[in-house]
T-cell receptor, first 114, second 112 residues
């Protein structure tokens, strides 16, 4: 059973701090990794895609990928109360005709305190 | 911008009814997906489609069927609704290859 694991949280950080969200995956051949943000009662919104080992930065967000360790992380710098949401890690299923399918973690709930 | 439209935000139906959930996209994406999301269980894939008239079962297809007669439209059908199908239903689309999926706003379905 291919899996994506995330700490469910809640992760609580003060405003202005760095929030660090972590994700591990079991399928060694996965090639595509995504972070989605989901506000309560809303649908998931894509915030980052990463395909290669290393860091990828977009504004206050940095995604980090280590394929050897099967580990993906998301750093949020200068956290704001508006960042309070559940963050979903998603990894592609790379087999057969299902390369476009994603396996989602259950999400980490982030709370940024003013 | 990616636009995925689900026909209803909230829907209330009775057990035994046949329920249709519609999803329309305007990006000419080949791939479309239906998920349900429940507290503690996360997102679970019901059905997906890689092309018109093509459909594949996901992880939890029982009690559901789908239809894709046109590229832009993917319908989820609950053949005979049951209370355990009360959930948030999410449609997603993507281009081919390793592109991300983009979600509609979701339909919160209650079966009474």
């Amino acid at each position: 059973q291919k899996e994506v694991e995330q700490n469910s949280g809640p992760l609580s950080v003060p405003e202005g701090a760095i929030a660090s969200l972590n994700c591990t995956y079991s399928d060694r051949v996965s090639q595509s990794f995504f972070w989605y943000r989901q506000y309560s009662g809303k649908s998931p919104e894509l915030i980052m895609s990463i395909y290669s080992n290393g860091d990828k930065e977009d504004g206050r967000f940095t995604a980090q990928l280590n394929k050897a360790s099967q580990y993906v992380s998301l750093l949020i710098r200068d956290s704001q109360p508006s960042d309070s949401a559940t963050y979903l890690c998603a990894v592609n299923r790379d087999y057969g005709g299902s390369q476009g399918n994603l396996i989602f973690g259950k999400g980490t709930k982030l709370s940024v305190k003013p | 911008d990616v636009k995925v439209t689900q026909s209803s935000r909230y829907l209330v139906k009775r057990t035994g009814e046949k329920v249709f959930l519609e999803c329309v996209q305007d990006m000419d994406h080949e791939n479309m997906f239906w998920y349900r999301q429940d507290p503690g269980l996360g997102l679970r894939l019901i059905y997906f489609s890689y092309d018109v008239k093509m459909k594949e079962k996901g992880d939890i297809p029982e009690g559901y069927s789908v239809s894709r007669e046109k590229k832009e439209r993917f319908s989820l059908i609950l053949e005979s609704a049951s209370t355990n199908q009360t959930s948030m239903y999410l449609c997603a689309t993507k281009r081919g290859g390793n592109q991300p999926q983009h979600f509609g706003d979701g339909t919160r379905l209650s079966i009474l």
